[in-house]
Each structure stands twice: as structure tokens, then as C-alpha cells.
Nanobody
Framework: QVQLVESGGGSVRTGGSLRLNCVAS????????MGWFRQAPNAMREVFAA???????YYVDSVKGRFAISQDSAKNTVSLLMNRLKPEDTAVYFC????????????????????????????????WGQGTQVTVSS
């Protein structure tokens, strides 16, 4: 079992920056991918940034060049730096993780092959943080 605890988030004006952090605890000895999903009101929860144990990364087109995901394996932490935030970035942000060999192979497989992550079964992801609100006002 893995527990994920998020921090960061909040409210900013358009063009501002925020950093989200996610610390994993529990059984972190195996290989995992970690990433960030977000869910806007009346929308599906979608992955927009992810990183695997080899350092392969994925970003959805709408955040490329603005967001940066990083990990500190020694601290079991994944961070997300969000720059040039826009109102359309407003959502609840969730840290997520799963075994590289887990059921969420639509994410782990794409990461390892450096392919875009296609929409897939969100409920296949093994572990979730509690969620944190990010609000960007114009």
C-alpha cells in the first residue's frame, strides 16, 4: 500500500505560478509512475503530467511549456511547478501513482514508450492523493 499526501495549491491570478508537492509513503520499494490528474467542474478526471522511475515524462498539450513535473526518488516526492496559469487551469488537482506493472498500463506503457497518454480507465490507477483546489482568476 502507498499513501499520497499533497500540498500546495490555492488561488492565483492569470499568469501566476503555483507549486504542488506529493509525498509518497508506505511500500515505495517497487517501481512506480507518479503523476497529476485534474478535474474541472462537470468534467472527467484526466491525467495531464506524469513521470516514471526512468524519468520519462508526459504532458498534455495544454500544459506543455508551462508546467514541469519532477521527482526526488530519495524523498519519494513528486512536484509540479505550474507557470503562466490560466483560468482554464482551474480544477481540483490529484496526485496519483501506480506500480509500473499495475493495471494502469495505459499510463505506464505510454510513458516508457514516450507516447502520448490516451484516455483510459482512471479507476485502474492504484493510489490517489486527497486532491487540492487550484483556482486561477482573470
Amino acid at each position: 500500500q502507498v499513501q499520497l499526501v499533497e500540498s500546495g495549491g490555492g488561488s492565483v491570478r492569470t499568469g501566476g505560478s503555483l507549486r504542488l508537492n506529493c509525498v509518497a509513503s508506505g511500500d515505495t520499494s517497487s517501481e512506480y509512475w507518479m503523476g497529476w490528474f485534474r478535474q474541472a467542474p462537470n468534467a472527467m478526471r484526466e491525467v495531464f503530467a506524469a513521470i516514471d522511475s526512468d524519468g520519462d515524462t508526459y504532458y498534455v498539450d495544454s500544459v506543455k511549456g508551462r508546467f514541469a513535473i519532477s521527482q526526488d526518488s530519495a524523498k519519494n516526492t513528486v512536484s509540479l511547478l505550474m507557470n503562466r496559469l490560466k483560468p482554464e487551469d482551474t480544477a481540483v488537482y490529484f496526485c496519483a501513482a501506480d506500480l509500473t506493472s499495475g493495471d494502469s498500463d495505459y499510463i505506464s506503457g505510454a510513458l516508457s514508450a514516450c507516447y502520448p497518454i490516451r484516455p483510459g480507465p482512471v479507476n485502474s490507477v492504484g493510489y490517489w492523493g486527497q486532491g487540492t483546489q487550484v483556482t486561477v482568476s482573470s
